[in-house]
């Protein structure tokens, strides 16, 4: 192949002709045929700058420096601009529409009476106190009896309590029966957990209760109570207020606070029911029916084996499904106990 | 419950002229008497006394008699006629008792009645009536309606009836412009059962002067000195040879004979108007004046007819085999334990029955419209044997809720006083002056009562001279005190007073418990600390499902044949071992249920019912499992500590409540809208919530697949499985059988799932995981696919390649199962992703060449071969 001749015209026209169509051209594309065009210039020139005497070589030297800085210049530019709006057509292009509604992984829902026990049985083990549980089916010994309900109590007939049947025992007033009942109430953890536990004992009794009432708006015979007890030395109704205020401000926040009437209960005595302001009540801030309470009856400590001189204790039950109605504007026990999933949709985990 | 008028209330303590119902309720309240209802006036007015000037009778076609009358109603109401004179109005009456002359009730056009009824001019029988003369029913004073209110029978005076004129307002005659508190009295408050105690309780709570009616009454009633020349009214004698728990059922017996006794005598208005407010009918003089007697006293009363009574009166048990008919017209086979009332006819001691004592009269004895000689019986009962006899021939009376609530023992010469009293001015009657008391009441033991217990107990800070004053005014007797310790005697009307703590109760509440001051005990400086790790357990299980997607429910745990039948239960087998209700509350549910699904899918139900789809739904809670063989449960006293053997013996007849959690999943699993991936529920989503339960707990649950044979009815036959916690059953997952879907209404290949939790929380256990290392050498990644035969598991076949590849398995996928012609016969294809990493180097082509014929040989040994 014969010696090409170094033209610094044709190398100098090549490139800028090169540096022109950069200017109009707008892919990537287009600038890789541009610059594999201009580079094919510039590389035969290189090589003919060999063949030139060598008093030449350096001015051709320079200036196929300088036309390679030139279009190094504008080629880059425009390369860096020609990629970035390809990305953005790209980016553009892949656009969606965000607001479209997307469940692929749909949560399910806890049901609020579940949730709002553990939120009582945190409220309580934040207090350094233990959570017990006691049977549904229950002896009629822990539900009435080691209550100080004797088998001739008249409370023991207001209690609406679910009888199991049975023919094998006779109760103390001789009616034939099992001695069991569905339990009316969670205080028949009472002596359960005094005997099992032993003093000084704080316990809070989360469950299920039955009565013999049937559904309506207010009433469910299988609900939820809260039952609360501490046996100690030096306990007395004033402690009894106090965990019940900050009960109060744990499920009603930070204006609720509770008020104490004189009524009656076999288990304890002095014995009061426990009244809730509720700062959101329907109508304005008012007093509303919470609970029951009041100081430990001696013959229920002497039950579990317990000396009432030494030792006092509180309780008290609060029911769920009335902390609920109350705190979430429930109008209707049925929404709360049908297991509706719209209804346990709307507090989804939490309540 | 008792029905508190203001009016008679005042007649024991006084009341601020303007104290409304609504302070009233707040006042009793304060002391513990809580507000039931404040029931307000169902009527409106114009309610008028109006004069029937003339009565004319006319015969109707159909047969009745009407009559038009003119009733003067005063000049307010009269009607104007045509020259603008007042005249009386005319008014249609269909009642048998209208006649010319009579005082009657008046409603106006514009009066609304009770039921909304509300009064209007209207035309019949031919005649404009413009208004009505009124019955006792059609104005919410009674059940009366067999004619008009003639106010002549309404017991008003010959001067107080001259007084009534044409237009007086009627509403305020009768108060039925006037509200009534009702009140619920708790079972320790006998005594509120009365004006005089809930006076007693006002002035406790308000400081109002008040005047304990019995005092008074007791001092006027004839001394029963026990002179021999004197014969009392009647021979009583108490022969109890059947006591309750020691307790003679009658230690007080007073009985005092009121003799010519006018049987025309009508009740006084006022005794009236406030029986029927009182929620009691009218029924004569005697009896209104027994059941006055005991509303305002607290003491139940009887009148009997004593020219019917031969003595003695024998107070005792039933006998085996007697029965009564009671007042009520209702027979009763009597008990042993039943007190009764007996007199002797020809001589023969207690051989006919007056009447179940405290609860209700029989038939034979009582008062009636001829009596000219009543005998009253103010007696004292004991609360146990009431409450017993009530209960027993389901009777729960006026008398018997008072008696077993405890009535005071030293109130019968007083009620007696004063229901002879009021015989004597509105009857005529001459009370003797002989009465009978038989008397056997013990005295009380006096309450030791460190004032100190105050403090101890309530909290309160008070001065001893104030415990010993608020003692002293709820009618104890106080003694002592000088070292800060009393002797306190209860008084009569307070059998609940027994022990310290309830003097501490009375202190406190008469102070107020609103000045107990407020303090939070400490944390208890021993003892486990948070939730147990059971009540955790139950959370991250409750959690888990939820964010799994499902929706938890509570049902009601009441079961009953046909949910047995749906469910494909044996009926007779699952009855057998199910706690059953004595009193349900739906007679077809009178069972607990020993698994958690049946009822679970009637939530499911009410859910598809409504409309709703896609229901997937879990339930945690507890199931009832009757052992027909368990130990009756021994009856044990309360106060005392049972033994351990009795302990035991109580657990012991107990039947095991485990807790469960359940699952049922319906229709879509999946359903990702527009996104377009939607999938129906089978065994596998069921599958994937154990799975999830297992691993969120850390428990190594495996899935064993019973032969369809061994399935139980309720599943799937060929999708089902056993849950296993290492050798511990915890529970079945899988589908439901196809029958079950169809009795239930569930789409086909419904899913389900139920767990023992106790069962797989005890396999936990508990400790901290241990961590192993992290290996950063490379890994080795295969893909192994096997032929097996379709008996051999894809559990079976990876526990086989885990076994054999040993610690340098990382990890194992099941990536694809296919079966067909390809295979062949009873044949399937397994293929799994296994990574193979070693801890502690690079593995080498032998390596990994090696652990794979391990593999490979180990697999051939339950019939898989390497596909090639």
Redesign the interface.
Known sequence: MAEVQFDAQAVTDAVNDGIAKIENASTSEELKAIKSGVITALTQASKAIGSLPVDQKKDAGKLMGKLRADFGRAFGAKETQVKADEEAKALAAETVDMT????????????P??RVI?DI?DFF?S?????SAG????????N????????????R??QDT?????N???????FV????V?RTQTSSDQVRAL?TRGV?L?IASPG?VFR?D?LDATHT??FHQCEAL?V?KH?????L???L??LAVAMFGPEAKT??????FPFT?????LDLWFPDKKGGPGWLEWGGCG?V????L????IDPDVY?GFAFGVGVERTLLLRHDINDMHDL??????F??QFV?GE | MPMIDIDWLKDHVEVPEDLTYEQLAKDL????L?EEEIHSSQVTGPIVVGYVVDATPEPQKNGKIINWCHVDVGPEYNETDEHGNKVPRGIICGAPNMAAGEKVVVTLPGAVLPGDFKIEPRKTYGHISNGMCASERELGLGDNHDGIILLRNYGFTPEEYDALKPGDDAMHLLHLDQPLLEINI????GYAFSYRGVAREYHHSTGAAYVDPAVELNAKAPVVAGDPNVTPDIEVSIEDDNP?HGVPGCDRYYARAVRGFDPAAHTPNWMRRRLVRAGMRSISLAVDVTNYVMLDLGQPMHAYDMDKIEGPIVVRRAREGEQLTTLDGKNHDLST?DLLITDSPNGDRGSRILGIAGVMGGLYGEVTADTKNILLEAAHFD??TI??SA?RHKIPSEASRRF??GVDSQLQPAAAQMAAELLSRYGDGEPSMHPTDVNNVVFRRPIHFKASEV??????DVDVNRISDILTDIGCRVAGGGNGEFSVTAPSWRPDLN?A??L??EV??LVG??E??????P??V???????PE?RHR?EV??E?????????????FIGDEEFKEFGYDVDATKRVS???????AGNR?Y?RRDILPTLAG?VQ??LR?G?EN???YE???V?LWDPNA????????????TDEQ?AA??A???E?PMHVAGILTGLAEN????G?KRTVDWSDAVEAVRRIGERLGADLTFDQPAAADVPAQWHPGRTARVMAGDTFVGLVGELHPHIDKALGFPEHSAAFELDLDALFATLDGKPVQAKPISTFPPVKQDLAFTVPTTVSAAQLEDVIREAAGDALESIELFDVFTGDQIGEGLKSLAFAVVFRAPDKTLTAEDSEAIRKAIVDKAAGIGAQLRA
């Open positions: 479209l509604p997307v469940d692929r992984k749909p949560l399910g829902a806890r049901h009476i579940s553990e049985e083990t207090m350094g106190w233990q959570i049977p549904e089916v229950e002896t009629e010994w822990y009435f009896d080691a209550l100080n309900f004797g088998p001739d109590h008249p409370a007939q207001m679910f009888y199991v049947k049975g094998q025992a006779k109760d103390a007033a001789g029966g099992s001695n069991m569905v005997i000084p704080y299920r013999t049937e015979p299988v501490a100690d306990l007395t109704m004033a402690d207020k106090g965990v205020d900050k008020r104490l009437r004189p009524s009656y005595e002095p014995s009061a029911e100081m009856n001696p013959n229920v002497k039950s579990a084996g006092t106990v049908e297991g509706d999933v719209r346990s949709e985990m | 309240v304060k002391v513990g809580e708790t079972p320790d408050r309750i334990e609360q146990v409450a017993r209960r077993e609530r403090a101890r107990v309530a909290g309160l022990e703590c309830d501490v109760e406190a509440r418990y609103d107990i001051p407020v303090t939070v005990p944390a208890p021993n003892g486990a600390v948070g939730l147990t009540q959370r409750a959690n499902l939820a964010e799994y997607g499902m929706v938890e429910a509570l049902s009601y745990p706690v059953e209700i004595t009193n349900p509350l009178p607990l939530t009410l859910n409504r709703l229901i997937s739904l945690i809670g507890h009832y130990p009756a449960i021994p009856a044990l006293p309360g106060g005392v500590k049972p302990l109580l657990d007849g107990l039947p409540q990702s809208g527009w996104l991936g």
